[in-house]
């Protein structure tokens, strides 16, 4: 176990790397940088003003001297200024965090607690009505884009209750429940889509358990249906489903892109849109790569669990 | 650089655009103290409160209220004039030696927000540094607004309260150009750069906290030099990128005013319906829809070409089609009655492209493009490069009426910052009055000078009947009489022919006639209307 989590561990660190890679090159390779974008705010170009910039700045140096550099940066917890603001990048970064976390964390719990039940009831319930019902709500869930989903409940709260969700970030000490409405329906929009796809994981790998022989067994020796369900058939069905929510963890990230600027949500991933179309590298990359690293945490996480879920699944030797 | 060479051809509007408030009513009342007003913005603010670095209204809103300028338009005249200059920093200016000395008496007892005393050398310092005076000590970062400030000779601070600027000729425009939003005066003693982060003014309202991405509040400032003012407590702007979240804010009371030019006739109509105790009040901008074309590089070095790019568009249609009847046409400046400079409906409609039948346009233009050597079957492709933002419906609306004459345009999408790194055939750029597109490189900012010293020329007759003759007490140092009326290079001065006062004049100049930068000192091809009567037909040719 412990050197299988150190090959793996050092396998994140490689995979980080090369990210870091890929995330440096994609920024530079976008057309633009910063200072064209200080001069198309100001309506007027100057190549020496440009120059005096780029310097204090810093990106008129080569590319490997400024890749060491954040490299650098990254290894001594100082992620550099940001262009844009002026300020150092940790800054801005640091508030974002805990609202993409709080909202990611709530979304998938909220997928889990509604995908894994429903995908039971579907498979134990197989082509009757109520598995109709729950396959298309499934269906729609996987169809909906979610800034799409959050647009209509913004939209279907102002129409209806003339309100929307706060437009700033409230803190759960400031008031527990508009912080709890501020991130339950983006969690809601966002999670709607996972938990449409884990029910449909758990309602097929379920279905194809419940066949086997050792289910048989369960039922012949006289236990419960309930029993034989929850005991025997979910826990050996589960181990497709908690891949699943591991990926669906990664692609979450992404869906909050738009949910979080829908909802007006200070995180991590509308932030990240905003640096972007300012070519705000210390902001961009830095925040990409905390988004990687949750990615790779989450597999890591995930393919522990597998040890936990399937004995027959053992790391090392 | 590219060898890119910009003309802007008409397809110009005066947006009408809508401005939303809540609750009811609006009509003259006692006013209250007390309340925060919430505000939406765009995007968050490009450069924290320097204003001085940027252009974008996007800085400008929000940061105002933490400034003062020295003179200031009228916020509650509709139009902005000559006429509507008030006092801010100062409480009298006096135009001296013939329009060459501007002096400006300043308010005595201003405080900046830090408690340290507003004095002339605040004054001084923050003129100096837009010039870059020789012996200033700091320097913007950017200075976008440099050449404003060309014909300034020198800065002078003879005791605390007063300020002299000389200029090395007559120019009353300067007056108006210190009276725009892009002029505040900065502190002496904080550094510049430190209004990217943080404000320093003396404004009725002091920064209290910027979450960024999130919020931008600021309070009453309580030694406000204005007592009893300001009345509000405090402002707050939330920065929301997504507009139907906007909408929504301004739909569910949490924002009190919409954004400047944010709501669009249709929208304005939708929120209306959907919360009737809205106040809708349209107001004018002079925004235009631009289309801008590489005249370096076939096929828009053709003039031909050009030429049946203005005639294939129908401006009505696209005034009816895309603003829903929200827009008037016009030319670069702001149409009449809402703008001083408007062309008159004749002289409107024998520009290529404007008469009222369309029909007849589009023969022409059809003509023009079968000159050219384009016939449908061989059409003519170009790309488009846009901003990727709601108003791009037009482009769609000018494509087809430009299919109709046997020409396609692929539209490339691009957002802003593609734009300028691009190199297309031309750009078609909803333009909310930012120039995005048009740089002004260093031959222009010759013809600018020479553009505003004539406008001033223009102006000068106005000024000099004003009433603040009467505050023409001397001031030490001044020069005497004798260099009056001398330097001017107006042609139509010269014969005599004096026109009507205008404000936004430098503005609307600065976008229209502004182009990228050159390197290479070719001769510049630029569109040019000098004034309210007369419009250089087609190009004009400039040695740089």
Redesign the interface.
Known sequence: MKTYLAQRLTIAVLTLLGMSMVIFALLRL???DIV????????????S?KQ??MK?LGIDRPYWVQYLDWLRQIGTGDLGKSY????PAWQ?VR?LLPVTLELAALSMVFAVLFGVPTGVVSAVRQDSTLDYVLRVFSLAGLSMPAFWLG?VI??G???WF???P????VSPTESLKLHAVQFLLPALAVGYRSSALIMRITRSSLLEVLREDYIRTARAKGQSGRVVVWRHALKNAMLPVVTVIGIEFAFLIGGLVVTE????L?GVA??L??AI?W?DYPVVQNLVMFIAIVVILSNLLVDMLYGVLDPRVRYGS | MTRVRIAALPASFALLTLTLASPATTEAQTPKSGGVLNMMLREDLAQGFAIHETATISTVWPAMPCFNNLVLFDPLKKTESVDTVVGELAERWSWQDNFRNLVFFLRKGVKWHDGQPFTAKDVKFTFDMLREAADAPAKLRINPRKDWYANVEAIEAPDPSTVVFRLKKPQPSLLLMLASGYTPVYAAHVPPASYRTGCVGTGPFKLKEWRKGEFVELVRNPDYFVKGRPYLEGLKYFPIVERGTRQAALQAGKLDVSFPGETTKTAAEQLKAAVPQLVVTPYNQNVSDNIIMNVKKPPFDNPKVRLAVSHAIDRRALVRAVHQGGAVVGASLAPKPWGFWGLAEKDLLGLPGYATNPADEKARARQLMAEAGYSPEKPLRVEIVTRAIADLRGHGVVRDQRAEANRHRRLAQADRDGAVARDGDAWGLPDRGEPDGYRPGRPRRELLRELRLRLSAQLQPVLQRRSHEDDRRPVAGARPEEAAGDGLRDPEEARGRRRAPHSGLEAGLFHRVAAREEPDPAPVHLQLRTDAGRVDRQVASFAA
């Open positions: 976008a057309p633009g064209d974008i200080l001069f198309s705010t100001a309506g007027y170009v100057s190549p003003e005096a910039i204090e844009r603001y002026d300020v801005i508030p647009m913004i939209l709260l102002v129409t003339r309100w929307i706060p437009l700033t970030y600027t829908v909802f007006n200070p509308r932030f849109v905003q179309l070519r």
